[in-house]
């Protein structure tokens, strides 16, 4: 008997093919298709949170051509996983106006063609390279933006050739020979190997991913001419489609180009979320583990295990609205004084105030009172699912230097992004407060990357100021909260009765004289943004 080469398995893959009933569509009332628009993108957005497992990844893809219009690919722990995507689905509303048009089953594996000391010695002996690039192939990540390919195969059992006639070293020459060639796509095409024996009509899905559809169509075109595939490949339907995010689904049924390249369309089709439930996050790290291994830089905060902690970020009721930007031109107040006002008038004071690393990118503050270790063992569990974004910039746990609580500041690209992970934040444990929804103006919030040689001093010098705040009129609180991970990382909260206090404050020439000394011990530029 020929030599069956062994194998390991990762996720399993769903990649679920549906057409839209385009006349149903055009013929459904406005609040039907609104609903549907809803609870489409809230599905397709918690599924890419993987708020329904402990680990997994899930894309959107527009399809071209007859085959289906839309692609939902999935990968799962176990088949369970894909099982109960299935049903959910088919419980919103935008189900109603599609149709299954074909679907495969699979699951990511890697075989002794890659390495047989990988088997016969165990992962741990092998390359620390190698190792990766097998969790990889078990474990992928589905880029953002980019264009995919699928298409199932299976090898050759004809009278001439006949795959599983050829012995393993045969069959590994030819792997090998095969495997050059898409090392000539490094860079540009990312590929899913996926088995289906037994699960599905073919013995493999091939999923391709490629910022250029041209490179998917020349490395396909390649290996046609590999004897691997011209003597023992056999190819059923290809599809090709695009990715987009959920929040362009309306875009998408509207007719639009997809992705928009806006993120912040998520108002324009309403912010309906349906569904409750999921796993709670876990962490590799315990409390009684010192805060300075936890890790290093505050540029992106380092990714961790488990995921959100549910379908619905906001609770079982459509969310008012009301609070939800971090950066909305309303104020906890009412006042209506819109960001850019507040910048341009810290303009003519002579400082700057711009948003935290970079002028691009949205923050959103919510302070716990729960155990700082507690609260950052949660943190991380979310991270690690908002790390599968590249829109996320980092989330960190601030400690407070003089109040019991703790902030937890999460930094995105986008105001859409950092809203909907607002929502899931707001699930950790002893939340008392969010920044903008306490009462008064709100929160001014300042960043700060300390030189390390300066920090106490830094401490102190904002124990001096702060005697100076508490004798203000409008001042309610003000606190020095430091990054968990990395003590040089601060962020001060500043909390007033109204804007005309803080501006006093900011006019001042003490503030003026703080933010002189200040250029001489930060590593950085201070970012100084209002939350409200």
Not at 8 to 17: P, Q, R, S, V
Not at 104 to 130: H, I, K, N, Q, R
Not at 341 to 348: K, P
Not at 452 to 473: K, N, Q, S, W
């Amino acid at each position: 008997m020929v030599e069956a080469p062994q194998t390991e398995e990762g996720w399993f893959a769903l990649h679920d093919f549906r057409s839209i009933d385009w006349d149903a569509w055009r013929d459904a009332p406005e609040r039907e298709r609104r609903r549907a628009i809803e609870e489409g993108k809230a599905f397709l957005k918690h599924r890419e949170l993987v708020a329904d497992a402990e680990e997994g990844d899930s894309g959107l893809f527009s399809v071209l051509g007859h085959k289906a219009d839309l692609l939902f690919v999935h990968f799962r722990p176990t088949l369970d996983d894909l099982s109960s995507i299935e049903r959910r689905f088919e419980d919103t509303a935008l189900a109603n106006f599609t149709e299954r048009t074909t679907s495969y089953v699979s699951v990511t594996e890697v075989s002794g063609y890659v390495s047989d000391a990988y088997f016969e010695e165990g992962p741990e002996e092998v390359d620390a390279g190698l190792r990766r690039y097998i969790e990889g192939k078990l474990t992928p990540e589905i880029p953002d933006d980019e264009y995919v390919c699928f298409y199932p195969m299976s090898k050759r059992r004809g009278e001439e050739y006949n795959w599983y006639d050829l012995s393993f070293s045969d069959r590994a020459e030819l792997m090998a020979g095969h495997g050059e060639v898409g090392k000539e796509y490094a860079g540009k095409i990312k590929q899913v190997i996926a088995s289906s024996v037994g699960l599905d009509d073919h013995e493999w899905g091939v999923t391709l991913f490629g910022s250029d559809p041209t490179d998917i169509k020349d490395i396909v075109y390649e290996m046609r001419f590999d004897p691997a595939s011209s003597r023992y490949g056999e190819f059923e339907e290809f599809y090709i489609g695009r990715r987009f995010p959920p929040a362009d689904l309306g875009a998408y049924l509207a007719g639009e180009t997809v992705p928009t390249g806006d993120a912040d369309r998520e108002g324009e089709h309403g912010h309906g979320e349906g569904g409750h439930g999921g796993a709670h996050g876990e962490s590799d790290h315990h409390g009684d583990e010192s805060r300075g291994s936890r890790g290093g830089g505050h540029d992106h905060a380092s990714a961790g295990g488990g995921s959100a902690h549910g379908d619905h970020p906001h609770g079982e009721e459509e969310p008012s609205g009301e609070g939800d930007h971090p950066h909305g031109d309303e104020e906890a107040g009412g006042e209506g004084v819109s960001d850019e006002e507040i910048r341009g008038e810290l303009a003519d004071l002579d400082i700057y105030a711009g948003k935290p690393h970079g002028e691009d990118v949205y923050a959103t503050v919510l302070y716990s009172e729960a155990d700082v270790d507690e609260l950052f063992d949660e943190v991380e569990g979310l991270r690690g699912n908002f790390d599968h974004y590249g829109t996320h910039v980092k989330t960190a746990v601030y400690e407070g230097r003089h109040t019991d609580r703790s902030a937890v500041v999460s930094i995105w690209d986008t105001a859409s992004a950092a809203e909907t992970a607002a929502g899931f934040l707001s699930e950790l444990p002893d939340v008392v407060a969010r920044a903008g929804e306490e009462s008064g103006f709100g929160t001014m919030g300042m960043f700060y990357t300390v030189k390390p040689d300066y920090r106490e001093e830094f401490g102190d010098t904002f124990d001096e100021v702060g005697e100076i705040l508490a004798e203000m009129d409008g001042h309610v609180e003000t606190d020095l909260m430091s990054n968990v991970e990395d003590e040089n990382d601060m962020f001060i909260a500043s909390q007033w009765e109204a804007k005309e206090d803080a501006m006093t404050f900011f006019g001042s020439d003490e503030f003026r004289e703080t933010v002189e000394w200040g250029r001489e011990v930060l590593a950085d530029r201070p970012r100084h943004v209002f939350l409200a």
